[in-house]
């Protein structure tokens, strides 16, 4: 029996899950934690440079991990990170960090890497024929097109629900100022303009990120359903993306975290968090929005358990 732990430094958390390996080659989910770590923090005010305070969040959350994961023998850790390490200027220090202090050798995933094992951890769990895949973090879009089952179409775009919010002063404690929305939306409008392959066609939105999950929280609790359940599947119509997502931007930093409750640490960029989102259902038409909880740290496994089948 062998285990093996995936650990996912993205840029706005730190995420470790467990999974044991069984004797058919698939994995069982042992341990989920997460970590609020904002690594993506500061950087555009830093000159691209991982600040001195969001690497020593990540460090303590990955003593915390160590102490849990070391628990379990034989195991295996794999770290992987987004698109903060991916841009940091300092990246060969911090990652030499965390190898020096937990022995964990982290791959840095290129945008295209990245947007494919969302695509590969995402039609692993749900049963997709054609749909948009869009996962937003903390510094960078992915967003896939499928087609067919297959990623016909992906890219990975620079801007995020941290550095959008940064960027644009979608952070303040007041009323989001209509100027600063307006050029965030404009600046997201230009980046989707680049790329041709993206139209009106109607298709789904698969969605992946800690913005959309919280959306997916809001909505479960205010339809009656338990919020803190497995959103996993879980439909919304973008009718009521829109609608909730003008409620935000019409709602002070306070409101905003009163509304979100468990999940108010992530009032300040929920509204840059979910502006991807919102921007994407205008393009493509799309009239209903699926929430996966498998993503890229699931898409990694996939890999791996092929890998290991195929070594055997």
């Known amino acids: 029996?062998?285990?093996?732990?995936?650990?996912?430094?993205?840029?706005?958390?730190?995420?470790?899950?467990?999974?044991?390996?069984?004797?058919?080659?698939?994995?069982?989910?042992?341990?989920?934690?997460?970590?609020?770590?904002?690594?993506?923090?500061?950087?555009?005010?830093?000159?691209?440079?991982?600040?001195?305070?969001?690497?020593?969040?990540?460090?303590?959350?990955?003593?915390?991990?160590?102490?849990?994961?070391?628990?379990?023998?034989?195991?295996?850790?794999?770290g992987i990170a987004t698109a903060a390490v991916r841009e940091a200027v300092n990246q060969t220090e911090f990652t030499d960090r965390l190898l020096a202090e937990f022995g964990v050798e982290v791959r840095v995933l290129s945008g295209d890497q990245e947007a494919?094992?969302?695509?590969?951890?995402?039609?692993?769990?749900?049963?997709i024929t054609d749909a948009w895949l869009l996962d937003t973090g903390g510094a960078s879009v992915e967003l896939v097109g499928i087609q067919e089952r297959m990623a016909a179409n992906f890219i990975s775009l620079p801007f995020g629900?941290?550095?959008?919010?940064?960027?644009?002063?979608?952070?303040?404690?007041?009323?989001?100022?209509?100027?600063?929305?307006?050029?965030?939306?404009?600046?997201?409008?230009?980046?989707?303009?680049?790329?041709?392959?993206?139209?009106?066609?109607?298709?789904?939105?698969?969605?992946?990120?800690?913005?959309?999950?919280?959306?997916?929280?809001?909505?479960r609790a205010r339809q009656g359903l338990p919020a803190d359940e497995d959103f996993h599947g879980y439909e919304m119509p973008t009718?009521?993306?829109?609608?909730?997502?003008?409620?935000?931007?019409?709602?002070?930093?306070?409101?905003?975290?009163?509304?979100?409750g468990a999940e108010a640490n992530r009032a300040d960029i929920i509204v840059s968090g979910l502006l991807p989102l919102v921007k994407l259902i205008e393009l493509t038409g799309a009239q209903k929005v699926i929430f996966s909880a498998s993503g890229v740290r699931e898409g990694v496994l996939q890999e791996y358990r092929l890998d290991t089948l195929q070594e055997d």
Not at 13 to 41: C, I, N, Y
Not at 116 to 127: E, F, P, R, T
Not at 239 to 260: G, K, S, Y
């Open 239 to 260: 009718e009521r993306v829109i609608t909730t997502f003008n409620e935000m931007v019409a709602m002070p930093l306070a409101d905003r975290a009163d509304l979100l």
């Open 1 to 78: 029996m062998c285990y093996l732990a995936v650990i996912d430094l993205g840029s706005n958390s730190t995420r470790m899950v467990v999974e044991q390996l069984q004797e058919d080659g698939t994995f069982a989910e042992l341990v989920r934690q997460k970590s609020d770590t904002r690594l993506a923090e500061g950087m555009d005010n830093n000159g691209g440079i991982l600040t001195s305070a969001a690497i020593e969040r990540v460090v303590v959350a990955l003593k915390d991990f160590a102490a849990v994961y070391e628990t379990y023998s034989p195991i295996k850790v794999l």
């Open 116 to 127: 494919y094992y969302d695509y590969l951890g995402a039609a692993s769990a749900l049963d």
């Open 161 to 219: 629900a941290v550095n959008l919010a940064e960027r644009f002063a979608l952070n303040q404690a007041g009323i989001l100022d209509s100027d600063s929305l307006q050029a965030a939306q404009n600046y997201v409008d230009q980046q989707y303009a680049n790329l041709p392959w993206v139209e009106d066609d109607e298709l789904p939105i698969i969605l992946l990120g800690g913005a959309n999950r919280t959306l997916a929280r809001l909505d």
